[in-house]
């Protein structure tokens, strides 16, 4: 059996506004499982191993449930451009360069190393169209110790030839049994670009996969108001843009769905979400870079909707989830001022809250060191960021996510191994 404990200031969620610190304390593991934190260790876990991390901070590992791995390669380009644009001039030319393997091999490797540099620990991933590719994507997270969803992106309309797919089902079922029981940490997820790029035919035919196949859907939702107007042109039965997807079976009937961005859902597509269960994927720095607006995060939080975080590489340029913590602050300040002052903006423990335990929640019992969660943890050292005056250990975090680049992590554990 195994079972040690972590010795540090542990900081996770209690709920979505409010922290939970132990400074000096200790997180027992066995067998990958959080047994829980104590101030000090209980008599009969007396003759465990300890990990004594000294002065150091522990917290949970990194979700990032929306992110483009294909997309990494151009970062930080194109960011004066909006998202339909942008999609064309940069997304779609780069994603078809991986039909050639040796590029998409060393594109993704780049990627997942950084990725983990990063303490990402949990993911959801776009891949491409591109049926080995996407399986070399998921050989490599497989072998970094990340957990989490690779999808092979389908798509077969609105889109240039060389993207467009002539079977697409077939294409999405062959991988499928490829990879059935391939993996143990990285799973497939069924993953439609968005409507634009799937006709009711090919969403029909992943949502019947779905069900089928039990597994989870990803896509995106409401990002941008020219992509919200397109998506009305194109299925005027649909109600919403959220109808687009739900008339079809493809809105988490059949299984757990994480949509990206939702800036613009109204009232009937949040209760739709609400009612389906839908999981929120916010992504702040995309939304500014690519002039889409500002996801109501403070709304989704208050009202209870399940909402995690997403870097959106290469929407967002930065594949940093504390980056992103500190991003989704900023953003919700300047909804706040300039957009609508009933919610107020987001505090730091909902932003943590977000980036741990809230798209942590996409995986099961994942992104909180309470009794019964898989025990994923990042260990800090920030030594580095040098100041004069005595701060807590809360003071030390929350600086922590707006100095992100300055971090440094000790030792990353997924489901309680050093990866």
């Known amino acids: 059996m195994s079972i040690f404990a972590l010795k540090g200031n542990i900081i996770y969620s209690e709920s979505r506004e409010k922290l939970c610190i132990v400074s000096n304390g200790y997180l027992v593991c066995e067998e990958g499982i959080s047994k829980g934190v104590f101030e000090e260790l209980p008599e009969k876990w ?39 644009e942008w999609l064309d001039t940069y997304t779609f030319p780069e994603e078809s360069k991986y039909q050639d393997l040796e590029y ?66 077939e294409n999405v079922r062959n991988w499928l049994d490829v990879v059935k029981g391939r993996y143990r940490r990285i799973q497939p997820i069924l993953t439609p670009r968005f409507t634009p790029s799937c006709t009711d035919d090919l969403m029909e035919d992943l949502a ?33 843009y959220g109808d687009a997807y739900d008339r079809l079976g493809a809105f988490g009937s059949n299984g757990k769905t994480v949509m990206a961005h939702c800036v613009y859902s109204g009232e009937e597509e949040c209760e739709l979400m609400k009612k389906r269960n ?21 709304k989704y939080i208050q009202q209870g909707f399940s909402i995690g975080l997403g870097s959106d590489i290469a929407g967002g340029a930065s594949i940093s989830i504390l ?60 030594e580095e960021l040098r100041h004069p005056q005595d701060i807590t250990v809360k003071d030390r975090l929350e600086r922590m996510i707006y100095l992100s680049e ?8 997924v489901s309680g191994k050093i990866i």
């Open 208 to 240: 019947k996969l779905q069900k089928e196949y039990h597994l989870p859907l990803q896509s995106h939702l409401s990002e941008n108001p020219s992509e919200v107007a397109w998506v009305q042109e194109l299925e005027p039965e649909s109600s919403c």
């Open 323 to 382: 980056r992103a913590m500190a991003d989704a602050i900023q953003a919700s300040k300047l909804r706040w001022r300039l957009l609508d002052s009933s919610w107020e903006p987001l505090t730091f423990e909902e932003a943590f809250y977000m980036g741990t335990k809230g798209g942590g929640a996409f995986f099961g019992n994942v992104g909180s060191f309470e009794e019964g969660y898989e025990m994923d943890a990042l260990v800090i050292d920030d």
């Open 406 to 413: 300055q971090v440094r992590f000790t030792d990353i554990y």
């Open 278 to 298: 839908v999981f929120i994927a916010h992504c702040p720095q995309s939304n500014t870079n690519l002039a889409s607006g500002v996801a109501p995060a403070k």
């Open 104 to 169: 998409a091999k060393k594109a993704y490797e780049i990627f997942v190393e950084d990725l983990k540099r990063n303490g990402t620990t949990r993911v959801c991933v776009f891949a491409t169209i591109h049926e080995e590719a996407t399986i070399l994507l998921m050989d490599l997270l497989e072998q970094s110790g990340i957990k989490g969803y690779v999808g092979k992106v389908s798509m077969n309309r609105n889109s240039p030839a060389y993207l467009c797919e002539d079977t697409p089902k």
């Open 46 to 84: 007396k003759d465990i191993e300890v990990k004594d991390y000294g002065e150091q901070l522990i917290i949970p590992g990194l979700s990032d449930i929306h992110l483009h791995a294909p997309q990494y390669a151009f970062r930080g380009l194109g960011m004066d451009m909006e998202l339909l």
